[in-house]
């Protein structure tokens, strides 16, 4: 099997991260590598990389304040954790937003996430898609932190990704489920 097989199959969701940051060439690798996918069409990803630690919790606090009025019980719960962190304490976090009329946006902007989570475990480093960040984004708040974070106009945010160093090697995960592929 070769090494690019292997590390999407050993990649796994890390949500354990130490507080050190990630350096700048493993972030420019990892951007490199999102810019590097495909993409409908003239759409462009924009990449919002955001390694301030005030700036994460500000979002994590708004972000949970905005999960609690979508009427979802499970996630009004985790909302409501005190100790709940949607970014794990990870140190860095990458939003990526595309133009809203593009052909497929969140097409776009989920294989530009896909390649980050895949160039981060290459690097020996920590990721999780996040989504829960994304609530924000559809409240009244939102567009002002459209404006704070710097997302350019006629740019929605899509995706995002928490970065860092691993606590622990990951477990293996189980297999997954056989039978999900039809030939005809």
Known sequence: MNETIKIIKRRRSNRSFTGKQIKKDDLRLILSAAMSAP?????LCH????QDKKMLDELNSEAKEAA???GIEAIAAMASDEKFHCF???PTLIITSTKKESV?????ASAATENMLIAAESLGLG???IYFVLFLFHTPKGEKYLEKLKIPKGYKPYTSAALGYKTA???SAANRRNNRVTYI
């Open 39 to 43: 993409f409908a069409g003239d759409a």
């Open 47 to 50: 990449f919002t990389v955001i």
């Open 68 to 70: 609690k009025t979508l």
């Open 88 to 90: 794990y304490n990870a």
């Open 104 to 108: 497929s946006p969140e097409m776009d």
């Open 127 to 129: 990721a999780c898609w």
């Open 169 to 171: 090697p990951l477990q």
